[in-house]
Each structure stands twice: as C-alpha cells, then as structure tokens.
C-alpha cells in the first residue's frame, strides 16, 4: 500500500517556473515507476510524465516536453515535477501516481493515486 500527497500547486504568471512534489509513504514507494497527470475543467485526465523505479528512465507528452522534469529521491520518497516556462494552458489540477516498474502512458497503469494539487498559470 503506498499513501501519496501531493504539494506545490500555485497560481503564477505565464513564463514563470513552479515544482510540484509528492510525497509517499510506504516501504515499497521506490519498487514503483511514478507518473504525473493533469486534468483541466471539462477536460479528461491527460499524461504529463513518468519516471521508471530507480529514475533512470522518463517519458514526457509532447505538450511539456523540454519544459518540465520529472525527478525522484527514493531515500526520501518523493516524486518532484519542475516546471518552467509555464503557460495558461498548463492550468489544471495536477496527481501523482504509482504502478508498475516501468513507465507508462496510461493512467490505467498505476495503482495508487494522489488527491490532487491546483497548478493556475495567468496570462
């Protein structure tokens, strides 16, 4: 069982940077590949990144690549996602999930799930 809490979510202008953090517990949180999503009003859960169980393996959607990074720290159990040059349309509501060893694109992959933290870019 793996408990995740996400934290970071702020309302920032467009251009500006923010990094989200998920923190898990649990002893089995670094045996798990992580992934954030993102879900705008009116609009479906979307991919945003993943990162394999020991970190050394990620996948980014084509809408964030080469602006956000995904990270972990397995010795402190967290999941972070840096992210700059953010846009208005970067706006939503941000979880972090864990599943599987290895990264995935599908939401159905990942077991466990975070409540959610609210990431608002003005324009």
């Known amino acids: 069982q793996v408990q995740l809490v996400e934290s970071g979510g702020d309302l920032v202008q467009a251009g500006g940077s923010l990094k989200l953090s998920c923190a898990g517990s649990?002893?089995?949180?670094?045996?798990?590949?992580m992934a954030w999503f993102r879900q705008a009003p009116g609009k479906e859960r979307e991919f945003v990144a993943a990162?394999?169980?020991?970190?050394?393996?990620?996948h980014y959607a084509d809408s964030v690549k080469g602006r956000f990074t995904i990270s972990r720290d397995n010795a402190k159990n967290t999941l972070y996602l840096q992210m700059n040059s953010l846009k208005p349309e970067d706006t939503a509501v941000y979880y972090c999930?864990?599943?599987?060893?290895?990264?995935?694109?599908?939401?159905?992959?990942?077991?466990?799930w975070g409540q959610g933290t609210q990431v608002t870019i003005s324009s």
């Open positions: 649990g002893p089995t949180f670094s045996t798990y590949a």
């Open positions: 999930a864990a599943g599987g060893a290895f990264v995935a694109v599908t939401s159905t992959h990942y077991h466990y």
């Open positions: 990162i394999n169980w020991i970190g050394l393996s990620t």
